[in-house]
């Protein structure tokens, strides 16, 4: 059971060049999840997913897409970099939250990708 | 909107030291709060949650209280390793309906010496 896995672990892209960054999980879990990480800030929700098929845009979406064809992949693309997307990416899963009122499932989280954009 | 605040670090003790790391939040309804860990290198990993008031958090040493009276999730330890040295997380989850979002504080890295 590897858990959240993410490829690759580290990139260099110069501006205006385009970029996938994958994420699966052998979970089964319903929910995915695309944060970025940068110092001071915590992590910032990019775009989230609630079952194959669903995307969602979180608190940041702004030059990002991402796709979830399968329910264990979730992508994250970007079109046109810039130097203000560097960033260290996290992808998360959670199982679906259960019926109680209180029944916040947690977050699992990846290894992170290190992304400089020149 | 939600929103979580946390004490900014470095914060920098002596081993079997006191910690402390001040947790406050801005939420509408119910949210259940977490304290998430990230170790050199690693990502995030849960290291305590409580889904209600007056709940009380607890692993490895580190325990936190749901105080819904002052709206804060404090995270206490007694005695501090080096291996406790990571930055921390607090956080607060959203609805269930909304897609079980998690709003993360700046984060604190805290920093122990032998």
């Known amino acids: 059971n590897a858990g959240v896995t993410q490829t690759p672990k580290f990139r260099v892209l110069k501006t205006g060049q385009s970029m996938t960054l994958l994420c699966a999980q052998d979970?089964?879990?319903?929910?995915m999840y695309w944060y970025r990480q940068d110092p001071g800030m915590g992590l910032r929700l990019i775009h989230y997913?609630?079952?194959?098929?669903?995307?969602a845009k979180g608190e940041v979406p702004d030059g990002y897409n991402v796709s979830r064809l399968k329910k264990q992949n979730f992508l994250l693309g970007l079109e046109s970099a810039a130097p203000s997307q560097t960033s260290v990416y996290f992808c998360?899963?959670?199982?679906?939250?259960?019926?109680?009122?209180?029944?916040?499932?947690?977050?699992?989280f990846g290894p992170g990708t290190r992304l400089t954009v020149l | 909107g939600n929103s979580v605040t946390q004490m900014e670090g470095p914060v920098t003790l002596s081993e079997e030291a006191f910690l402390t790391i001040n947790c406050t939040y801005t939420?509408?309804?119910?949210?259940?709060l977490f304290w998430y860990v990230q170790y050199p290198g690693e990502g995030l990993q849960l290291l305590l949650k409580?889904?209600?008031?007056?709940d009380k958090g607890s692993n490895k040493g580190f325990e936190a209280t749901y105080r819904k009276e002052t709206t804060s999730f404090h995270l206490e330890k007694g005695s501090v390793q080096v291996s406790d040295s990571a930055v921390y997380f607090c956080?607060?989850?959203?609805?269930?309906?909304?897609?079980?979002?998690?709003?993360f504080g700046g984060g604190t890295r805290v920093l122990v010496k032998p």
């Open positions: 997913s609630v079952g194959e098929g669903t995307t």
């Open positions: 939420a509408t309804g119910y949210p259940s």
């Open positions: 409580a889904t209600k008031a007056d």
């Open positions: 979970m089964n879990h319903e929910y």
């Open positions: 998360a899963s959670s199982p679906l939250p259960g019926l109680a009122a209180s029944s916040y499932n947690e977050q699992f």
């Open positions: 956080a607060l989850s959203g609805p269930k309906a909304a897609g079980n979002k998690l709003t």
